[in-house]
């Protein structure tokens, strides 16, 4: 259940940027990646990967673009994801 939803959120991500930041689809895939990872590595293993320490800064970004995004700033709130996930995976 957990690639699938990851993989539909990418999709929807995806084709969301193709149709020129279409914010319903961008936060479709937005909840539907979040979720998807919640179910492959547990919700105790999600928390503590986004909340550790030195991790703080990138969570703060990825999380507040994802609200962006849900207040339908698609462009602004897909930049803020960006920056983040850059921050969260370096």
């Known amino acids: ?8 959120g990418l999709f929807f991500l995806f084709f969301g940027m193709l149709l020129y930041f279409d914010s319903v689809l961008l936060a479709f895939g937005n909840i539907l990646f979040l ?19 030195p991790k703080m800064k990138g969570t703060s970004f990825f999380l507040g673009g994802v609200i962006i995004v849900l207040m339908r700033w698609p462009l602004l709130g897909m930049l803020l994801e960006a920056y983040g996930f850059i921050n969260l995976f370096r």
């Open 1 to 8: 259940i957990g690639v699938g939803l990851v993989g539909f």
């Open 35 to 53: 979720s998807g990872l919640v179910f492959i590595i547990g919700f105790k293993r999600t928390f503590t990967f986004f909340f550790q320490r």
